[in-house]
Every structure is written in structure tokens, then in C-alpha cells.
């Protein structure tokens, strides 16, 4: 094999003997993660490329019957560790018991969801491999001469989209932002094999969970902004509380939520979980409409891939207007009132 | 308590980036630099400990040259001390080459230190890898999105809450020190830099430059050499094409000329 030298800190990787597509199951309270239903039906593509198999992990405690939905939705095998040692997630402990795993079977690709856990676990994983990884993903191709993972990820702002490989190294690590993948229909007539491993050695916990509470929301009784289909989102030009309190009339009116710019976010008059942008939230829902917003660069970052895009801006010329689908020209505060006032008539003939 | 406090110096503005033609790398060289935003409010977190429990916080960056500024920034906003690790051999690094050199410096300067704190992510490549790498070369427990921490002294613990914004919940958890976490970027709300501080900072020489002559590290460890991630291609991401539908005129046709289009879409119902 190549006599290239590496770092002394890398064991010595032969690339031939890694095989196979693993996906990592997030689960939480019995219930599989949509992001790595969706990584399956991803492996099943790639897998067909190179020929090889799609294999689910997937640890935890009493995890019964859900070890057999990977399955279900195209995993070809489940391999699972049932212990009570990993009940309670602690990601260096998680993470280590992933590479004990990887270090036995030796698959040439292993995908995680960018979930937020998923982000925290996976770069632990690839560094005690010593192997590379992507993060973020929003595509992956696999070259099917060198076996290599093209793994696209957009950065700086999203106006590039970067392929990232990591041609000498396995296995090949990514993670793959939630959504952008479909998830693949639940047959349950589907057959695979289900490996149960045992744990083998584990660091110290070092550390222990002591409680988990929701988070009361006490801003308003309107989804967060990036579970909606529909958001509207507050721009300075709405002028202050009153016009979001206008906008948030029309959110609710059209079934959906509320969000804005940073300007509206830091004037608090919306909490910064609702601010849209490159340091705010990146949202693709359904319809999107900016009123009052005037669409600098990285407030289109967290918004430009919604599927309907609608501006309301008194000013011909402001940016957004170039990134919209329908745009109206007007003042928000006679626009807005027309659309609840034009809204709620319809309905009544209706 | 001794709490290091990894910086990177960010690309201010991302839309005015360049890359090597090569490499693919972001060309640092005459691109001004910037602290990266959410690391502000890893050093808030960390000035907010030290406030309560006494000791002190370092920075550091492995950086280019010009890095020096920002890092008299994190002086003026109240470190103690600030470390720049800069040398040709580190360039071009991956996040786990970025890692190693971070770990290893900590390792070499700061054996006996007690928390590790870093910002979510970086504003310009957004990677999130760091903190758990960096607790990889240090085998050390580690935990992302923290909001908040109470240190005990005596055991040597800290109880940290964390803030999982996907699934709406808080988390707490209890860790034995020294430990590595990252700060959820919406909390800690940084304090104010002195400028005061900070230009005493550099007339006092106050960050110091670390090169490979100390470090000692295998160059095939570092930089682009040990990184085994490159950047293959970049591309142009080819934005959605839009309807670009302008309406102007009295706001009642305009209402009723949205809504219609919106319900003809099938994305709103009457
Ligand atoms: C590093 C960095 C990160 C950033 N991150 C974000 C981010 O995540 N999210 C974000 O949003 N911004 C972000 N920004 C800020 C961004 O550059 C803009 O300043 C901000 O998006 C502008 O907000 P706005 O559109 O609400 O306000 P403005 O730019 O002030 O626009 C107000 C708009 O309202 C219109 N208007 C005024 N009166 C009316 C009226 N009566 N009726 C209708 N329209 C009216 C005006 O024509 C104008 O277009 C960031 C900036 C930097 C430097
Ligand atoms: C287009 C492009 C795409 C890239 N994609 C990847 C990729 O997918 N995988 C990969 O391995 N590398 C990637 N890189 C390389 C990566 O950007 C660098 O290694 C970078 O220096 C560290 O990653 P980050 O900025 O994402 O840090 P993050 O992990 O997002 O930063 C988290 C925290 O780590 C600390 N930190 C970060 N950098 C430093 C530093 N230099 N010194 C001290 N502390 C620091 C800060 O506290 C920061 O808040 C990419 C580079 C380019 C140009």
C-alpha cells in the first residue's frame, strides 16, 4: 500500500478492507429521527453505486422493537448495542462506542444527521478515528472508480457549495443537514439481518445527566419559526412592537408563525430564537413573506431556499424584491390590513 | 480555575471571500480578520466563571500574523492573557488538523487547566467540529450548546445547562473538571471590549506568539499535510429561480392579487 508518510498520531488505513454504507440512528424517547430515516434512503443510492450494503447503528437502552425500523425504511442490516450502560447519552461515551464499533466492521462511509446531537457526536467520532469529516451536508455523491464520498456542503454564506473528499483516509465521515433528503416509505414486509453486539470497553462517564425540561415558551403561543410552513417575518420598516403585533394578527391568520431581522431581534422586539439570517435561523418553509425587510445579504442566507417567496416593501428598489416570487410595493401597515380585511371576507363567502 | 478559551479569526465578510485557486483554501493574507462572533460569547461565559470563582482565562488562535489584534480584543474584554500560534507550517489546516494544534498547545502550555470553552461555531466555514476534536485529542468528556455553568471547587465539578434547540429542551448535566465545552451562541450576551485595556494590551506586548519552534509538532500532523479533508472543487451555488412579480398600486387589489396567487399555488387555504 502507499508508504506515504502520515502523522505518527494516525493508525495505518487499508483502504481495501473498508466496505459499506452505515447511517447512525438518532433515536430520542422511542421514537427514530426523521435525519437518519432520511440518510437510508440516501445510503441505498450510494450503496447501489459501489455494490455494497446499508448498514443501520444504532445504541441505547431497551430499545425493543425499534432496532427492526431501520429495516422497514431500506436499511439491508441493523447492527444495535442494548446496554444499560447507554442509557443516559453522554457524547464522548456514545462517541467512543461508535468507534469500537466502526474499528471492528470497518464500513468506508458512516453518515450522521446534522441533528444538534448529531453535530456534537460525529466530529468526536471521526477524530479518534483520526479520519476526516464534512459537515452539513447537502448532497453526497459517491465516485465509483476511487470510492470516494463527494460531499457538498455550501459555505460562506451559501453562495458556494463546496465538494470536500478525503481520498486517503476511512472511513469517510459526513453529516447531512436534516430535510433535504426525503424519507423513504415504512414497509414493514421488508427483511434484513439484526446484529446484536456487546459493549466492550468504555471510558469513564466522567459526568452524569441530571435533568431535562422543556423550554416554556412564554413569547407567544406560535410554533418556532423553523417548524412552520409559512412565516412572516418582521423588518425594521414595520417601525416597532405594534406592527409585529400586526404581523403576528397575519401569522396567525394564515395558519403560520412569526420571525425577523436581526434589527427586529436586537430592538427585542422579538426574541432572538425568531431571527432569520446567516446568525439566526435558517429557514426553507413553504411561503416566506418579508415585510418591512430589505433583504441584505445575510438575511437571504436564512431564507433563500423557501419555496414561495413574497416581499412587502414601500421602497421600489429594495433588494429583496430581486429574491421574491410576488412582491407588493406599498406601506405594510395599508397592505397588511387589505390581506386580513381580504382574507377574512373571502372566508365568509366561502 | 484555569479556563482556556480558543479563538478563531473569522472572515468578516463572506460574501467579499476569496479562495485559492489551488487549494480552494480561504486566502487569509490581506483579508481583514475579525473574532469570530459567537466566540465572544464563549469568552463572556468564561469571564462570567472567573468573575464568580476567582482564577484566570486564556485565549488563544492559531491565526495568521494579523491576528494579534483580535486577540488584543479578547485582552480588552477581560482575558488575562492571549496566545497566538501562527507559523507557515499551519496553514491550510482542516478542522482536525485545526484541532490538533489547539490540543497540543493547550497540552504544552496549560497541562493542569480545568475547562476548555469555545464558540457553537465559526461564522465563516460553520464546521461545529472543533470543540468535540479538540476533546478527542485530549480524551476528555465534553458537551455542545451550554448555557450555563456553576462550578464546585471542592469536588471539582461543574453542572452545566445545555440548550438543545431542535427538540425545545434544557439539559443539565453534572461533569467531573477538566472538561471541554462549547456555548450556545444565543446566550451569554458579551460584555463590552475596553479600549483602554486593549491598547494597553499591545503597548505591553501582552499576546504572545507561539511558533512550530516550541510546539515541536510533526509537520505531517499539521496544516494541509495533516488534514485528511481537502477541498476538491467550489462552485457557484445557482440560486432558485423567481417569479419576480411586482405589484403596485392600491393595497386592496394588491391583497386580493396575492391571495389569489398564494391559494392558485395550493400554499395557503381559504
Ligand atoms: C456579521 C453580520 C451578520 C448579520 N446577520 C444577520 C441575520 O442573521 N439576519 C438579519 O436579518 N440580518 C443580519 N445582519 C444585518 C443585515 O446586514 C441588515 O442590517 C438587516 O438584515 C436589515 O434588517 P431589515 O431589513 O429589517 O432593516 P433595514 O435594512 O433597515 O430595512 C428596512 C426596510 O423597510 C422598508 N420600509 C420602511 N418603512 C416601510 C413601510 N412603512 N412599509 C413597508 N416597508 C417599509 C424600507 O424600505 C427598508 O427596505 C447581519 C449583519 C452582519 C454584519
Ligand atoms: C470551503 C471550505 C469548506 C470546509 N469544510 C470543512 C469540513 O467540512 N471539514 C473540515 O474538517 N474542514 C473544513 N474546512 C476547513 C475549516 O474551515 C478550518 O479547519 C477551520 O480553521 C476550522 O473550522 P471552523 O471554522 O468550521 O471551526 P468550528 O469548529 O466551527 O469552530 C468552533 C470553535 O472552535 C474554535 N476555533 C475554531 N478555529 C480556531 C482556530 N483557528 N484557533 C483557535 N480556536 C479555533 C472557536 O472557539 C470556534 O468558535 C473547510 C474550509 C473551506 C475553505
Known amino acids: 500500500m502507499s508508504s506515504a508518510r502520515i502523522c505518527p498520531e494516525w493508525p495505518q488505513v487499508n483502504k481495501s478492507e473498508y466496505k459499506g454504507i452505515w447511517v447512525y440512528i438518532e433515536h430520542q424517547n422511542g421514537v427514530i429521527k426523521d435525519g437518519s430515516l432520511q440518510l437510508i434512503g440516501k445510503a441505498r443510492e450510494l450503496a447501489a453505486k459501489i455494490n455494497v450494503d ?62 444538534k446531537r448529531g453535530r456534537e457526536l460525529a466530529p468526536y467520532v471521526a477524530n479518534t478515528l483520526r479520519a476526516g469529516i464534512t459537515a452539513d451536508c447537502t448532497d453526497l455523491d459517491i465516485d465509483v472508480k476511487t470510492r470516494d464520498l463527494d460531499q457538498v456542503r455550501p459555505t460562506y454564506g451559501g453562495n458556494i457549495l463546496a465538494h470536500i473528499r478525503t481520498p486517503n483516509r476511512r472511513p469517510q465521515l459526513a453529516s ?14 421488508r427483511k434484513g439481518e439484526v446484529i ?19 423550554v416554556i415558551k412564554g413569547d407567544s403561543d406560535l410554533p418556532p419559526v423553523e417548524k412552520a410552513d409559512l412565516v412572516v417575518v418582521a423588518g425594521r420598516g414595520v417601525a416597532g412592537p405594534e406592527g409585529v403585533k400586526l404581523l403576528i394578527e397575519l401569522a396567525k391568520a394564515l395558519g403560520g408563525t412569526i420571525g425577523g431581522s436581526k434589527k427586529v431581534t436586537d430592538a427585542g422586539w422579538l426574541p432572538a430564537d425568531r431571527q432569520i439570517g446567516q446568525t439566526g435561523k435558517t429557514i426553507r418553509p413553504t411561503v416566506y413573506i418579508g415585510v418591512g425587510v430589505s433583504g441584505a445579504i445575510q438575511h437571504i442566507f436564512g431564507m433563500k431556499e423557501s419555496k414561495i417567496i413574497v416581499a412587502i416593501n414601500s421602497d421600489p428598489n429594495a433588494p429583496i424584491f430581486e429574491y421574491a416570487d410576488y412582491g407588493i410595493v406599498g406601506d405594510y401597515r395599508q397592505v397588511v390590513q387589505a390581506l386580513l380585511e381580504t382574507l377574512s371576507s373571502m372566508r365568509k363567502t366561502n | 480555575l484555569t479556563i482556556i478559551v480558543p479563538v478563531k479569526a473569522a472572515v468578516p465578510n463572506i460574501t467579499a471571500v476569496r479562495l485559492d485557486p489551488v487549494t480552494h483554501n480561504l486566502v487569509r493574507e490581506g483579508v481583514p480578520l475579525m473574532l469570530n462572533p459567537y466566540d465572544r460569547n464563549a469568552l463572556e461565559f468564561a469571564l462570567r466563571l472567573k468573575d464568580k470563582y476567582g482564577g484566570r482565562v486564556v ?5 495568521p500574523p494579523s491576528g494579534k489584534d483580535f486577540l488584543e480584543s479578547t485582552i480588552g474584554m477581560g482575558a488575562d492573557e492571549a496566545y497566538l500560534i501562527t507559523d507557515r507550517v499551519f496553514a491550510g489546516a482542516d478542522t482536525l488538523a485545526t484541532s490538533y494544534t489547539v490540543a497540543m498547545t493547550v497540552k504544552k502550555f496549560f497541562p493542569s487547566f480545568n475547562l476548555i470553552v469555545m464558540g457553537e461555531e465559526t461564522t465563516d466555514s460553520t464546521t461545529a467540529h472543533m470543540p468535540a476534536q479538540v476533546a478527542s485529542w485530549l480524551n476528555l468528556p465534553y458537551l455542545y450548546y451550554v448555557v450555563d455553568g456553576e462550578v464546585n471547587l471542592e469536588k471539582g465539578t461543574i453542572r452545566l445547562t445545555r440548550y438543545l434547540e431542535d427538540e425545545g429542551v434544557y439539559e443539565e448535566y453534572e461533569y467531573n473538571m477538566p472538561v471541554i465545552i462549547s456555548v450556545y451562541k444565543d446566550s451569554n450576551p458579551p460584555r463590552d ?4 485595556r486593549k491598547i494597553q494590551a499591545k503597548l505591553s ?11 515541536k509538532l510533526d509537520p505531517f500532523c499539521v496544516g494541509l499535510r495533516g488534514s485528511p479533508t481537502i477541498v476538491a472543487k467550489i462552485e457557484d451555488a445557482k440560486p432558485i429561480p423567481r417569479k419576480k412579480q411586482i405589484f403596485k398600486g392600491d393595497p386592496r387589489e394588491a391583497a386580493k392579487w396575492l391571495i389569489e396567487n398564494l391559494t392558485k399555488e395550493g400554499v395557503i387555504r381559504l
Open chain 2, 59 to 63: 485565549t488563544l488562535s492559531m491565526a
Open chain 2, 193 to 196: 471590549i475596553s479600549l483602554s
Open chain 1, 54 to 115: 446499508v448498514s443501520a447503528v444504532m445504541i441505547g437502552h431497551n430499545l425493543g422493537d425499534l432496532v427492526k425500523e431501520p429495516i422497514y425504511y431500506g436499511a439491508d442490516r441493523v447492527i444495535y448495542i442494548d446496554d444499560e450502560a447507554l442509557s443516559v447519552y453522554i457524547p464522548h461515551l456514545y462517541a467512543s462506542v461508535i468507534v469500537n464499533l466502526v474499528n471492528k466492521y470497518k464500513p468506508e462511509v458512516v453518515l450522521f444527521a446534522a441533528t
Open chain 1, 196 to 214: 446484536r453486539e456487546s459493549l466492550d470497553k468504555l471510558p469513564k462517564p466522567n459526568g452524569s445527566l441530571l435533568g431535562v425540561k422543556p
Open chain 1, 176 to 189: 447531512v443537514r436534516p430535510n433535504v433528503f426525503p424519507t423513504p416509505p415504512r414497509d414493514t414486509n
Open chain 2, 205 to 215: 506586548n501582552l499576546v504572545k506568539s507561539v511558533t512550530n519552534n516550541e510546539l
